[in-house]
């Protein structure tokens, strides 16, 4: 555990520290802020990223993947791509990284429902098994979800998104993909441009009869001229996680336009 303890101390630290920062700026548009951030899953916007996703895990095994992202906002559709590029620690001494393309996914999103303080939202995603064995999932898979939102006031707003992964295609010797996970998110915005979002998420791994639950803080700043940046951090609560996965640590910018 000792690894893990040092990266997540030096995360934590790096998200205080963040969240402890404080310029002396103009007001900013919180609505705006929310709908460019991309933390409200029922808001409609075209932006690009880049994150940064760092795994750690308990043994000597380790991930960092490169993901790109683009979203295109047409009224209420929202249609998005994700892409991989990921670097894993060698399984045998001296065989340095083993590096490649991972999943490739496309999302399809409609805020069909906005109205007052309540909003709805349906999406599906579809993992395309682009990354070779041991970088990606191996499966061709789809997750569709719904997300409700309830704005309790101009700066706050809880959103909820029940969301099932099931697979199209795989290998006949793959067990079945069958995970159910609801997200949860509280979301607070500032009028610095700051927002602070908390996450719970319970993860129900039907095919592997298995449950998880994870806890997810997020930081971010609005940089201005619709430009973010994000930082998350994922802990696992079951220790076989850590062993499995591991925390992630992300840090990541994202464009709006």
Do not use: C, H
Request: aromatic content about 14%; glycine content about 8%.
């Amino acid at each position: 555990m000792k690894k893990i303890n040092l990266l997540t101390l030096a995360g934590l630290n790096i998200l205080i520290s963040i969240a402890a920062f404080a310029q002396e700026e103009k007001n900013v548009d919180v609505d705006k802020i929310r709908s460019e951030s991309g933390v409200d899953p029922t808001r409609v916007m075209s932006r690009a990223g880049y994150t940064l996703m760092i795994y750690d895990q308990t043994s000597d095994n380790g991930q960092i993947a490169n993901r790109l992202s683009l979203s295109l906002g047409v009224n209420r559709w929202s249609f998005s791509a994700k892409y991989d590029y990921i670097m894993k620690t060698p399984v045998t001494d001296g065989d340095g990284f083993n590096s490649g393309l991972g999943d490739i996914k496309f999302n399809i999103r409609n805020a069909f429902y906005v109205k007052g303080k309540n909003a709805l939202a349906g999406a599906v995603e579809f993992s395309l098994p682009s990354g070779k064995e041991n970088l990606g999932s191996q499966y061709f898979s789809a997750t569709p979800s719904l997300t409700y939102s309830y704005t309790i006031n101009p700066t706050l707003f809880f959103a909820i998104q029940p969301q099932y992964t099931f697979g199209l295609m795989k290998d006949p010797l793959y067990p079945s993909l069958s995970v159910i996970t609801v997200r949860t998110f509280l979301a607070k915005f500032t009028k610095k441009g700051y927002f602070f979002v908390f996450e719970p998420r319970p993860i129900i791994d039907i095919g592997n009869d298995n449950f998880d639950f994870i806890v997810a803080p997020i930081i971010g700043k609005a940089l201005g001229g619709g430009f973010n940046f994000i930082a998350l951090a994922e802990f696992p609560t079951k220790k076989v996680s850590y062993q499995t996965k591991g925390a992630l640590y992300q840090f990541g910018f994202n464009k709006s336009f």
